[in-house]
């Protein structure tokens, strides 16, 4: 296989991937070139793959083809290939999800590190976080009896006993939680990174599940147990600004509260919103307009 030096399928970037690959086929032959890559694949810009691996183009179904043909694909790698421009350029979270599960589908047969699909899934299913959060003070004894029953029974609103064992087994495969000397399994302060893509993804899966939760808890938590507000404010691009960088110093100020809170009894989600409801383009072109009026 002319490819044969990068495989595709350690990637979850294709941008990255071409850039690889150009770089692995200039260093084999330096008459190679973006032009020469172009004409390959029917492009009549010379520098269309450049022009891709900057980000300053996107790709249609014909253009993938065009480039799985010039890059010599099997119809597996063409179909991996796909997926990846797929995962790159969909909008939505349900979206990227859905590619992000074909992907990792196609990668199993070539034993790829899976920490960037535990990490998704870490972050995918909202009580993950919570009974990583809970074990800091929970003693919890896999053996004892009905314990992943009594785990589950903990959340609010509850899990099943199989998704509190499958929660458990995957914190302990990404060294979150730990067995200590007695057995026990306990928080371990360990975290870890993916690349961008998956990190971006399983943070937005993440805050998504989070909110839900907010959703639910209007109804289902007692007042005197929650606290859910909100304001809509007018702001400048300043103001904007500001608020958020107090937002982020309020956060710090909670955690400093964490941290000295040394007899902890319950898990709880502390979430943060701040989004237009105003069409941005359209508000910057009113306020340009009337600027140039004064």
């Given at each position: ?5 990068v495989?595709i ?42 022009l ?19 890059l ?6 063409a ?16 979206e ?14 070539y ?36 314990a ?6 903990l ?12 929660s ?11 067995r ?10 360990r ?7 998956v ?19 209007v ?5 005197e ?7 809509s ?10 608020m ?5 110093l ?25 989004f ?19």
């Amino acid at each position: 296989m002319e490819n044969k030096g990068v495989n595709i399928y350690i990637y979850l970037e294709y941008r990255k991937y071409l850039q690889d690959y150009y770089s692995f086929k200039k260093n084999a032959s330096k008459s190679f070139t973006y032009r020469k890559f172009s004409e390959s694949a029917g492009f009549s810009t010379p520098n269309f793959l450049q022009l891709l691996i900057q980000g300053k183009r996107n790709l249609r179904k014909s253009s993938i083809e065009k480039v799985s043909k010039a890059l010599h694909h099997s119809a597996e790698e063409a179909a991996y290939f796909e997926l990846l421009v797929n995962f790159d350029q969909v909008k939505t979270v349900a979206e990227k999800t859905r590619c992000f599960t074909a992907l990792s589908e196609l990668r199993k047969p070539y034993q790829i590190s899976r920490i960037s699909e535990l990490q998704f899934e870490h972050l995918r299913a909202w009580y993950h976080k919570a009974i990583r959060e809970l074990l800091g003070f929970y003693a919890f004894d896999e053996n004892e009896r009905y314990a992943y029953r009594k785990l589950a029974a903990l959340l609010s609103p509850p899990i099943t006993e199989s998704e509190a064992r499958n929660s458990v087994k995957l914190l302990i495969n990404l060294g979150l939680l730990k067995r200590n000397d007695s057995g026990k399994i306990i928080q371990a302060d360990r975290f870890i990174t993916t690349g961008d893509e998956v990190q971006d993804l399983s943070v937005r899966t993440f805050h998504q599940a989070m909110l839900d939760r907010a959703k639910e808890a209007v109804d289902r938590i007692p007042p005197e147990y929650r606290d859910i507000s909100s304001l809509s404010v007018t702001l400048s691009d300043n103001g904007f600004a500001m608020m958020k960088q107090e937002l982020q110093l309020f956060r710090k100020r909670l955690l400093e509260i964490v941290k000295i809170d040394s007899h902890p009894g319950n898990v709880y989600q502390v979430n943060f919103q701040m989004f237009p409801l105003t069409n941005l383009k359209k508000t910057r072109k009113i306020n340009r307009f009337d600027d140039e009026k004064k």
